[in-house]
Protein backbone atom coordinates (compact mmCIF):
# COMPACT_ATOMS: atom_id res chain seq x y z
CA UNK A 1 0.00 0.00 0.00
CA UNK A 2 1.19 3.69 -1.08
CA UNK A 3 2.06 6.09 1.88
CA UNK A 4 -0.42 8.75 2.12
CA UNK A 5 0.52 12.34 3.09
CA UNK A 6 -1.60 14.17 5.85
CA UNK A 7 -1.07 17.64 6.18
CA UNK A 8 -0.69 19.09 10.04
CA UNK A 9 -3.29 22.40 9.49
CA UNK A 10 -1.30 24.12 12.62
CA UNK A 11 -2.87 27.54 11.90
CA UNK A 12 -4.16 30.07 13.74
CA UNK A 13 -7.45 30.72 11.57
CA UNK A 14 -9.87 28.78 9.09
CA UNK A 15 -9.18 31.17 6.65
CA UNK A 16 -5.32 30.29 6.86
CA UNK A 17 -5.62 26.77 6.82
CA UNK A 18 -7.91 26.56 3.91
CA UNK A 19 -6.09 28.50 2.11
CA UNK A 20 -3.21 26.03 2.11
CA UNK A 21 -5.94 23.41 1.01
CA UNK A 22 -6.75 25.07 -1.45
CA UNK A 23 -3.63 25.67 -3.05
CA UNK A 24 -2.49 21.60 -2.88
CA UNK A 25 -6.72 20.96 -4.17
CA UNK A 26 -4.34 18.75 -6.77
CA UNK A 27 -1.60 17.47 -4.81
CA UNK A 28 -2.92 16.36 -1.30
CA UNK A 29 -6.24 14.76 -0.08
CA UNK A 30 -5.72 14.13 3.57
CA UNK A 31 -5.51 17.30 6.37
CA UNK A 32 -4.79 17.25 9.91
CA UNK A 33 -7.30 19.19 12.33
CA UNK A 34 -5.63 19.73 15.58
CA UNK A 35 -5.98 21.76 18.70
CA UNK A 36 -4.94 24.40 17.81
CA UNK A 37 -7.53 24.76 14.78
CA UNK A 38 -10.25 23.05 16.12
CA UNK A 39 -10.60 25.58 19.39
CA UNK A 40 -9.90 28.21 16.84
CA UNK A 41 -12.40 27.74 14.68
CA UNK A 42 -14.85 24.53 16.22
CA UNK A 43 -16.80 22.49 13.57
CA UNK A 44 -16.57 24.68 10.87
CA UNK A 45 -13.00 24.17 9.04
CA UNK A 46 -14.68 20.02 9.30
CA UNK A 47 -17.54 20.97 7.06
CA UNK A 48 -15.28 23.51 5.27
CA UNK A 49 -12.80 20.42 4.39
CA UNK A 50 -15.95 17.88 3.31
CA UNK A 51 -17.30 20.24 1.21
CA UNK A 52 -14.06 20.50 -0.48
CA UNK A 53 -14.01 16.67 -0.51
CA UNK A 54 -11.07 16.36 1.51
CA UNK A 55 -10.07 13.58 3.62
CA UNK A 56 -10.39 14.74 7.69
CA UNK A 57 -7.67 13.66 10.11
CA UNK A 58 -9.39 14.89 13.43
CA UNK A 59 -6.69 14.58 16.00
CA UNK A 60 -7.80 15.82 19.71
CA UNK A 61 -6.35 12.94 21.57
CA UNK A 62 -8.84 12.28 24.03
CA UNK A 63 -7.51 10.72 26.96
CA UNK A 64 -10.06 10.87 29.79
CA UNK A 65 -12.44 8.21 31.82
CA UNK A 66 -14.17 5.35 29.26
CA UNK A 67 -17.01 7.07 29.80
CA UNK A 68 -15.91 10.65 28.62
CA UNK A 69 -14.02 9.35 25.78
CA UNK A 70 -16.80 7.37 24.56
CA UNK A 71 -19.63 10.37 24.52
CA UNK A 72 -16.83 12.11 22.90
CA UNK A 73 -15.76 9.47 20.03
CA UNK A 74 -19.26 9.21 19.33
CA UNK A 75 -19.93 12.72 18.84
CA UNK A 76 -16.84 13.33 16.84
CA UNK A 77 -17.63 10.10 14.85
CA UNK A 78 -21.32 11.67 13.52
CA UNK A 79 -18.96 14.74 12.03
CA UNK A 80 -17.78 12.69 9.29
CA UNK A 81 -14.25 12.93 9.93
CA UNK A 82 -12.40 10.22 8.33
CA UNK A 83 -9.89 9.30 11.02
CA UNK A 84 -9.37 10.25 14.85
CA UNK A 85 -7.18 9.87 17.96
CA UNK A 86 -6.98 8.43 21.14
CA UNK A 87 -4.35 8.48 23.68
CA UNK A 88 -3.07 4.49 24.54
CA UNK A 89 -2.26 5.69 28.07
CA UNK A 90 -6.06 5.96 28.53
CA UNK A 91 -6.00 2.21 28.69
CA UNK A 92 -7.99 -1.29 27.23
CA UNK A 93 -11.04 -0.25 28.50
CA UNK A 94 -10.84 3.65 26.94
CA UNK A 95 -9.66 1.95 23.70
CA UNK A 96 -12.67 -0.11 23.62
CA UNK A 97 -14.97 2.18 24.74
CA UNK A 98 -14.08 4.61 21.81
CA UNK A 99 -13.83 1.61 19.30
CA UNK A 100 -17.47 1.24 19.88
CA UNK A 101 -18.09 5.02 20.10
CA UNK A 102 -16.67 5.24 16.79
CA UNK A 103 -19.10 3.11 15.17
CA UNK A 104 -22.11 4.15 16.93
CA UNK A 105 -21.57 7.31 16.28
CA UNK A 106 -21.43 7.17 12.38
CA UNK A 107 -24.19 4.82 12.17
CA UNK A 108 -26.53 7.29 14.45
CA UNK A 109 -25.67 9.98 11.66
CA UNK A 110 -25.68 7.84 8.61
CA UNK A 111 -22.17 8.26 8.08
CA UNK A 112 -18.89 6.11 7.47
CA UNK A 113 -17.44 4.56 10.51
CA UNK A 114 -13.71 6.52 10.91
CA UNK A 115 -10.38 4.65 11.21
CA UNK A 116 -9.79 5.18 15.39
CA UNK A 117 -5.52 4.99 16.49
CA UNK A 118 -4.24 5.43 19.68
CA UNK A 119 -1.32 7.61 20.00
CA UNK A 120 1.62 5.58 21.32
CA UNK A 121 4.14 7.37 22.59
CA UNK A 122 4.47 11.29 21.70
CA UNK A 123 7.10 11.32 18.67
CA UNK A 124 8.38 15.10 20.83
CA UNK A 125 9.49 12.49 23.71
CA UNK A 126 12.81 10.69 23.75
CA UNK A 127 13.72 7.99 26.18
CA UNK A 128 14.72 9.99 29.18
CA UNK A 129 11.79 11.82 29.02
CA UNK A 130 9.26 8.50 29.27
CA UNK A 131 11.96 7.77 32.01
CA UNK A 132 10.66 10.94 34.32
CA UNK A 133 7.20 10.00 33.62
CA UNK A 134 7.88 6.87 35.18
CA UNK A 135 8.09 4.28 31.80
CA UNK A 136 11.42 3.39 31.80
CA UNK A 137 11.99 1.19 29.31
CA UNK A 138 11.86 3.18 26.15
CA UNK A 139 10.39 3.41 23.32
CA UNK A 140 11.24 0.25 21.59
CA UNK A 141 9.23 -1.61 24.43
CA UNK A 142 6.69 0.97 25.44
CA UNK A 143 5.36 1.71 21.46
CA UNK A 144 5.04 -2.35 20.69
CA UNK A 145 3.07 -2.64 24.01
CA UNK A 146 0.99 -0.06 23.72
CA UNK A 147 -0.28 -0.98 19.92
CA UNK A 148 -0.55 -4.79 21.19
CA UNK A 149 -3.00 -3.10 23.60
CA UNK A 150 -4.79 -0.87 20.93
CA UNK A 151 -5.12 -3.82 18.69
CA UNK A 152 -6.80 -5.79 21.28
CA UNK A 153 -9.52 -3.42 21.97
CA UNK A 154 -10.54 -3.06 18.31
CA UNK A 155 -8.84 -0.28 17.43
CA UNK A 156 -7.98 -0.07 14.19
CA UNK A 157 -4.12 1.14 14.52
CA UNK A 158 -1.60 3.48 15.98
CA UNK A 159 0.55 6.67 16.00
CA UNK A 160 3.95 6.39 16.38
CA UNK A 161 7.44 6.94 15.13
CA UNK A 162 8.27 5.08 11.59
CA UNK A 163 11.21 4.17 13.87
CA UNK A 164 9.43 2.09 15.56
CA UNK A 165 7.73 0.12 12.69
CA UNK A 166 10.00 -2.74 12.27
CA UNK A 167 8.81 -3.74 15.88
CA UNK A 168 5.31 -4.46 15.05
CA UNK A 169 5.78 -7.60 12.87
CA UNK A 170 4.15 -9.55 14.93
CA UNK A 171 1.05 -7.85 14.89
CA UNK A 172 -1.74 -8.71 12.37
CA UNK A 173 -3.24 -6.84 9.40
CA UNK A 174 -5.05 -4.81 8.85
CA UNK A 175 -3.01 -2.35 11.34
CA UNK A 176 -2.91 1.36 10.38
CA UNK A 177 0.27 3.32 10.96
CA UNK A 178 0.36 7.13 11.79
CA UNK A 179 3.60 8.20 11.68
CA UNK A 180 4.61 12.55 12.47
CA UNK A 181 7.96 13.40 13.36
CA UNK A 182 8.60 13.52 9.59
CA UNK A 183 11.18 15.53 8.53
CA UNK A 184 13.43 15.65 5.00
CA UNK A 185 16.80 15.49 5.24
CA UNK A 186 18.55 18.54 6.69
CA UNK A 187 15.18 20.33 8.01
CA UNK A 188 15.10 21.75 11.86
CA UNK A 189 13.61 18.90 13.99
CA UNK A 190 12.12 21.56 15.95
CA UNK A 191 10.46 19.63 19.46
CA UNK A 192 10.61 16.44 17.72
CA UNK A 193 12.56 13.46 18.80
CA UNK A 194 12.27 10.48 16.98
CA UNK A 195 12.44 11.59 13.35
CA UNK A 196 12.35 10.00 9.82
CA UNK A 197 12.75 11.45 6.36
CA UNK A 198 9.60 10.53 4.20
CA UNK A 199 11.57 8.46 2.15
CA UNK A 200 12.73 6.24 5.55
CA UNK A 201 8.92 6.34 6.69
CA UNK A 202 7.63 5.13 2.79
CA UNK A 203 10.18 1.99 2.76
CA UNK A 204 9.34 0.96 6.77
CA UNK A 205 5.56 0.93 5.35
CA UNK A 206 3.83 3.57 7.02
CA UNK A 207 0.17 3.72 6.31
CA UNK A 208 0.36 7.37 6.64
CA UNK A 209 3.02 10.17 7.28
CA UNK A 210 1.84 13.72 9.22
CA UNK A 211 3.89 16.52 8.14
CA UNK A 212 2.86 20.13 9.14
CA UNK A 213 5.90 22.69 9.69
CA UNK A 214 8.11 21.58 6.62
CA UNK A 215 5.28 22.34 4.62
CA UNK A 216 3.52 25.04 6.41
CA UNK A 217 6.72 27.32 6.90
CA UNK A 218 8.22 26.51 3.58
CA UNK A 219 8.25 29.51 1.19
CA UNK A 220 7.19 27.44 -1.12
CA UNK A 221 4.26 25.27 0.35
CA UNK A 222 3.43 23.57 -2.54
CA UNK A 223 6.85 22.74 -4.14
CA UNK A 224 7.54 21.92 -0.23
CA UNK A 225 4.34 19.12 -0.24
CA UNK A 226 5.38 17.84 -3.70
CA UNK A 227 8.86 17.10 -3.05
CA UNK A 228 7.60 15.05 -0.07
CA UNK A 229 5.79 13.29 -1.89
CA UNK A 230 8.24 12.12 -4.86
CA UNK A 231 10.41 11.31 -1.57
CA UNK A 232 7.85 8.94 -0.48
CA UNK A 233 7.30 7.46 -3.51
CA UNK A 234 11.03 6.80 -3.97
CA UNK A 235 11.52 5.33 -0.38
CA UNK A 236 8.28 2.86 -1.54
CA UNK A 237 10.79 1.74 -4.37
CA UNK A 238 13.95 0.59 -1.97
O1 LIG B 1 -1.27 12.78 16.84
C1 LIG B 1 -0.46 13.39 16.14
O2 LIG B 1 -0.76 13.73 15.00
C2 LIG B 1 0.90 13.59 16.66
C3 LIG B 1 1.39 12.60 17.50
C4 LIG B 1 2.75 12.59 17.84
O3 LIG B 1 3.23 11.67 18.52
N1 LIG B 1 3.55 13.57 17.36
C5 LIG B 1 3.07 14.60 16.58
O4 LIG B 1 3.87 15.45 16.18
N2 LIG B 1 1.73 14.64 16.26
C6 LIG B 1 1.19 15.76 15.46
O5 LIG B 1 1.81 15.79 14.18
C7 LIG B 1 2.06 17.14 13.76
C8 LIG B 1 3.54 17.28 13.50
O6 LIG B 1 3.81 18.57 13.08
P1 LIG B 1 5.25 19.03 12.60
O7 LIG B 1 6.23 18.65 13.67
O8 LIG B 1 5.11 20.52 12.43
O9 LIG B 1 5.51 18.29 11.30
C9 LIG B 1 1.54 18.05 14.88
O10 LIG B 1 0.27 18.52 14.47
C10 LIG B 1 1.40 17.14 16.08
O11 LIG B 1 0.27 17.49 16.86
Known sequence: MATELIVALDFDTAEEALALVDDLKDDVRWYKVGLE???????????????????????????????????????????????LTVHALGGADMMQRAAEAAKEGAEAAGVTVPTVVAVTVLTSMDQAGLAAIGIPDGPEKAVPRLAKLAKAAGLDGVVCSGRELPLFKDIPQPFVTVCPGIRPKGADTGDQSRVLTPAEAAQKGASFIVVGRPIRQAADPVQAARQILQDLREGEQK
Open 37 to 83: LYLNSGGRILSELKMRRRKVFLDLKFHDIPNTVHQAVRWAAGTGVDL
